[in-house]
């Protein structure tokens, strides 16, 4: 059974960093594009980052682009997302999502429970 | 940018109904089109791919239609495990959802 479990969310200020991590088990990790998928309160779904098979290819929503960094390890079954200098549009629950194959952008077949994160001074 | 206009954002039906969604692309999408569903407090489950392909496990009264800009979701015979919140997503250039349709009882 696939499972996805989202960690590392949390109350940051504006300007703040925060490292979300992804575990990954039930598959075999390095097969598969990996994604992050945002919804803020009371909005809908946010593509927000996406990586390719070994990792060597990111790619961002302009929203977040030169603020937040995608990263994996394949030898850890893990997705990684570094966030840097947040803001307050930053707010919301932190999905992380798998792929069906190698394309990043979708559609994507799993999904964690997500992990919140919350700017405010 | 694609963006996803899905229509209706709310709407009220009673178990046994049949329900249709409309998501309409602002360009040709071809066929690059998925369907979620996402309860309270849960993550989205992926329900159909390729506007129209249903996903493994998912119930067969759910279906998917169209291509180019203009797709449905139908659900047949509304159960009352489907009262949740419905988003389609293009993934032909980059990835964009709708803005979600509630589905409540009525």
């Known amino acids: 059974e696939v499972q996805l479990l989202e960690s590392g969310g949390g109350l940051v200020q504006p300007g703040g960093s925060l490292r979300l991590s992804c575990a990954a088990s039930?598959?075999?990790?390095?097969?598969?594009?990996m994604t992050w998928v945002r919804r803020a309160p009371g909005k809908g779904l946010e593509w927000v980052s996406g990586?390719?098979?070994?990792?060597?290819?990111?790619y961002y929503a302009d929203s977040v682009k030169g603020r937040l960094t995608i990263s994996r390890d394949n030898s850890k079954n893990t997705l990684y997302l570094q966030m840097n200098s947040l803001r307050a549009e930053d707010t919301a629950e932190y999905y992380c999502?798998?792929?069906?194959?190698?394309?990043?952008?979708?559609?994507?077949?799993?999904w964690g429970q997500g992990t919140l994160v919350t700017v405010s001074s | 940018d694609i963006q996803m206009t899905q229509s209706p954002s709310t709407l009220s039906a009673s178990v046994g109904d049949r329900v249709t969604i409309t998501c309409r692309a602002s360009?040709?999408?071809?066929?690059?089109l998925a369907w979620y569903q996402q309860k309270p407090g849960k993550a989205p489950n992926l329900l159909i791919y390729?506007?129209?392909y249903l996903e493994s496990g998912v119930p067969s009264r759910f279906s998917g239609s169209g291509s180019g800009t203009e797709f449905t979701l139908t659900i047949s015979s509304l159960q009352p495990d489907d009262f949740a919140t419905y988003y389609c997503q293009q993934y032909d250039t980059y990835s964009t959802f709708g803005h979600g349709t509630k589905v409540d009882i009525k």
């Open positions: 990586i390719s098979l070994s990792g060597a290819s990111p």
């Open positions: 390729k506007a129209s």
């Open positions: 360009q040709n999408i071809s066929t690059w």
């Open positions: 999502a798998k792929g069906t194959g190698s394309y990043v952008y979708g559609p994507f077949d799993s």
């Open positions: 039930g598959f075999t990790f390095s097969g598969y594009a």
